[in-house]
């Protein structure tokens, strides 16, 4: 916007300049002329008695001086064709004055002034002066150098005008532009001071009545999903009463743990949705003690469902990019999808390795395979919620990775989910047993 800005009005101040000094110049070129030629009539017209009274040796002698105290060729050409001072031939305008009319005229070399003296007893005398081109120029490439400069400094001064005025209004938008982004970024207390034309005004101040109006839905929608998520706290308590009762110690610590773990996840969501902050250091967790721990409280619903369990963990410790939470879910989510949308007794295969920059946990299952479009956010054709698949997309993406899904080679699903390696300063929590 600047600089269309400094473009219109320096193309403004061109063409007012041009209008305005083209005409002066001129006028400086008819006036150097007008100024030259007056001069030279008046010499001539100096010459004006001695021509009308004196003999021919009185007026040689004055248009020899004429000449040489004015540098211009003086011709006087008395009736009887004695031609006194420069010695040039008769022109067209000396010829019409030898009949009595005075006439100034233009020439090759420049502009003659002809002066017609009457009164003389032989006849009519002509006195011709010619002024040369360089006397009629005199000063005008000067002048019009002054103008020329003159009118670079009147542009520069527009245009440098022209800034100070586009950045009163682009500094405003620039502002406002500011504080957009750093709203996308999810800074809801970003608020822009109002400045500029009232328009621009009124455009920062409807920018902050909609990131006030954000920021309060946010706290609405983030107190919902914390009431939504505490509600879940009373069958927690019933489950693990229940476990308390139950005979068997191994099936009652089994449960109770499960229970515990799933407080833990209640727990982090509501605090997640209430106290939503940037980390103060890049997250990081131990891929392999996860993916462990996972299949191992998944194994059990596996032997209860008759399906075979193929483990390839690579031994840990493999640090990724990604916070403990959001890899377990993602975990959970592959493998509840397994159990979820394949018959019982469908084998299953949990593969952990270290590749090439990246650690790679793959899960695959010999049963119907997966249909198009399910990574989907919200998409299933199952009867779910069609979340899990997106919790594992968005966990791969914050660690540097992502989410891949193919055929197997038996016909069923598999799943891979790429995750970078943990940065530089992150530290890997302790995960709770």
């Given at each position: 916007m600047r600089a269309r800005l400094a473009l219109l009005v320096g193309a403004v101040s061109v063409l007012t300049l041009i209008a305005f000094l083209v005409p002066l110049?001129?006028?400086v070129r008819t006036v150097a002329e007008?100024?030259?030629?007056?001069?030279?009539?008046?010499?001539?017209q100096s010459l004006?008695?001695?021509?009308?009274?004196?003999?021919?040796?009185?007026?040689?002698?004055t248009v020899e001086q004429l000449a040489a105290e004015s540098g211009r060729p003086v011709s006087v050409f008395l009736p009887d064709g004695t031609v006194l001072g420069a010695q040039i031939p008769r022109t067209p305008a000396v010829a019409l004055a030898a009949r009595g009319q005075s006439l100034t005229g233009?020439?090759?070399?420049?502009?003659?002034?002809?002066i017609a003296v009457q009164g003389r007893a032989d006849g009519t005398g002509v006195i011709r002066i010619a002024v040369p081109q360089h006397e009629l120029t005199a000063g005008v490439t000067r002048a019009w150098l002054v103008l020329a400069l003159l009118g670079v400094i009147l542009v520069l001064i527009g245009l440098l005008v022209?800034?100070?005025?586009?950045?009163?209004?682009?500094?405003?938008?620039?502002?406002?532009?500011?504080?957009s982004h750093r709203l996308a970024n999810a800074e809801l207390d970003a608020r822009?001071?109002?400045?500029?034309?009232?328009e621009l005004r009124e455009v920062a101040g409807a920018l902050n009545h909609l990131a006030g109006r954000i920021q309060v839905l946010l706290m609405q929608e983030r107190e919902q999903v914390a009431d939504l998520s505490h509600q879940l706290r009373t069958p927690l308590t019933a489950l693990r009463l229940e476990a308390e009762s139950l005979r068997d110690p191994d099936d009652a610590a089994r449960i109770t743990a499960a229970a515990d773990g799933l407080e833990r996840a209640v727990t982090g969501l509501i605090r997640q949705a209430r106290w939503r902050h940037t980390p103060a250091q890049p997250a990081s967790s131990d891929a392999a003690a996860i993916v462990a721990d996972r299949v191992a409280f998944w194994s059990v619903l596996a032997e209860d469902t008759g399906r075979a369990?193929?483990?390839?963990l690579t031994p840990g410790p493999l640090p990724v990019g990604v916070a403990a939470d959001p890899l377990t879910a993602a975990v959970d989510a592959l493998l509840g999808n397994v159990f979820a949308h394949t018959p019982d007794g469908t084998p299953f295969t949990v593969r952990l390795a270290r590749e090439v920059g990246e650690v790679v946990l793959t899960v695959a299952d010999d049963g119907p395979g997966m249909p198009a479009g399910a990574i989907r956010r919200g998409a299933s054709a199952a009867g779910s919620t069609g979340l899990g698949l997106d919790i594992a997309r968005r966990a791969a993406q914050a660690a540097g990775g992502r989410l891949e899904l193919r055929a197997g080679p038996g016909g069923g699903a598999?799943?891979?989910?790429?995750?970078?390696?943990?940065?530089?300063?992150?530290?890997?929590?302790?995960?709770?047993?």
């Open positions: 110049a001129l006028l007008d100024r030259a030629t007056v001069r030279a009539t008046a010499d001539a004006v008695p001695v021509v009308g009274t004196a003999d021919a040796a009185t007026i040689r002698l233009e020439s090759a070399a420049g502009r003659e002034v002809v022209a800034d100070r005025l586009a950045r009163t209004l682009v500094r405003p938008i620039s502002d406002l532009s500011a504080v822009v001071t109002p400045a500029g034309p009232a369990v193929t483990l390839d598999q799943v891979l989910l790429r995750l970078g390696p943990a940065r530089p300063g992150s530290a890997t929590p302790l995960r709770d047993a």
